[in-house]
């Protein structure tokens, strides 16, 4: 049995990227492995959130990550702030990371760009706490988008230097848990690449049916391809990689068979789209509508996540003190 470890940032609501990029199949990956949900609430004040919307927004994960599934009696499902080892680990990580490969991380380069009023120091070493969060339990598999691809090797290297300084075989170097053959990354519907809550272009589980279809509707398209068997533009191929991870494969092949004959019709494609998604959402939905008015529920699950965690976390700390020489009196 493997350890998996998955975070999401407290910065919204669930979106189809973080359900198909983070937790698709995540029934079998709790049943196989010991697995740590979590709601990364620390990494959300990089970006330095109200704090009357803190809470909220941490309740909105954990709602949705319990609605699409996670069972918090098989899994520990736990909020990060909520684990104060992390902080601790975190800050004995960050001696060992260096400015230089910090500065390099295209996060940091695109967060600097976007937020030049606002580069912080949690900014440049938001990837030292992302890697706390996964050795902090010795994980071996993280289930993560292509995004953060670049966030997952770095962790390796931390482990590798942290077991290299010390000369130690303590932590594990930790590798993407795939769901296919290689790390997706789930378009938005407005041709610009990458769906995410700060590009603004998501469709949340939270969404209601009439919001899918509307969103899908505005979907950019074109007049349609000119020449049989051509090349899809990337905002067309964008619905078809969205419509490969929700509709079956004999849609997909009908509507790519239909693209290749010049005779696809993109309301109708748009049709199939919303459908599809909307059966994926719905019950997700519903499950959110009913766990949101569940205060008692939301504060016992994370107690018990949260208890979970330390007890996996605190025994990493003890065990990484006593490899870097610290002693009691
Ligand atoms: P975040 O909150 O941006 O996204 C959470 C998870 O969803 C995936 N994801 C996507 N996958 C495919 N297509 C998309 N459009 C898409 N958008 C988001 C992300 O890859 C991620 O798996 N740094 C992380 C949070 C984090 C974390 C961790 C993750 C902190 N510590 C430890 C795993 C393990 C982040 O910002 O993800």
């Not at 965690?309 to 605190?314: F, L, P, Q, T």
Request: proline share 5%; hydrophobic share 35%; charged share 30%.
């Amino acid at each position: 049995m493997e350890t998996v470890v998955s975070g999401i940032r407290s910065t919204g609501n669930l979106h189809l990227g973080n359900y198909f990029g983070a937790l698709r199949n995540f029934i079998k990956m709790q049943k196989e492995n010991n697995c740590f949900f979590f709601i990364a609430d620390l990494h959300s004040l990089t970006t330095h959130p109200d704090p009357k919307h803190l809470h909220e927004n941490v309740k909105n994960v954990l709602t949705d990550y319990l609605a699409a599934g996670i069972d918090p009696e098989e899994s520990a499902i736990f909020i990060q702030s909520d684990v104060p080892e992390v902080s601790e680990l975190y800050l004995l990580m960050n001696m060992h990371a260096y400015m230089g490969e910090l500065a390099k991380t295209s996060s940091f380069k695109e967060k600097a760009r976007k937020q030049p009023e606002n580069i912080n120091a949690g900014l440049l070493t938001y990837p030292v706490l992302m890697a706390t969060d996964i050795i902090i339990h010795k994980a071996n598999k993280v289930p993560v988008g292509k995004d953060q691809e670049q966030h997952l090797e770095m962790t390796r290297r931390f482990a590798r230097r942290f077991n290299n300084f010390y000369g130690v075989d303590y932590f594990p170097e930790p590798t993407a848990y795939n769901f296919g053959s290689e790390l997706i990354k789930i378009p938005g519907l407005d041709g610009t690449g990458k769906m995410g809550k700060s590009e603004g272009n998501c469709i949340y589980l939270m969404d209601d049916p009439k919001e899918i279809e509307k969103k899908v509707k505005k979907a950019l398209t074109d007049q349609g391809p000119e020449s049989m068997n051509s090349i899809k533009p990337d905002y067309i191929e964008n619905l078809f990689t969205i419509l490969k991870v929700v509709s079956t494969p004999d849609v997909v092949q009908f509507y790519e068979e239909k693209w290749n004959k010049c005779e696809i019709r993109y309301g109708d494609l748009k049709k199939q789209l919303a459908s599809d998604i909307i059966a994926v959402t719905s019950p997700i939905r519903e499950r959110i509508l009913e766990i949101k008015k569940d205060d008692d529920y939301l504060r016992k699950v994370s107690r018990m996540g949260a208890e979970k965690a330390r007890e996996s976390a605190s025994k990493t700390i003890k065990e990484v003190r006593d490899i870097m020489g610290f002693k009691s009196f």
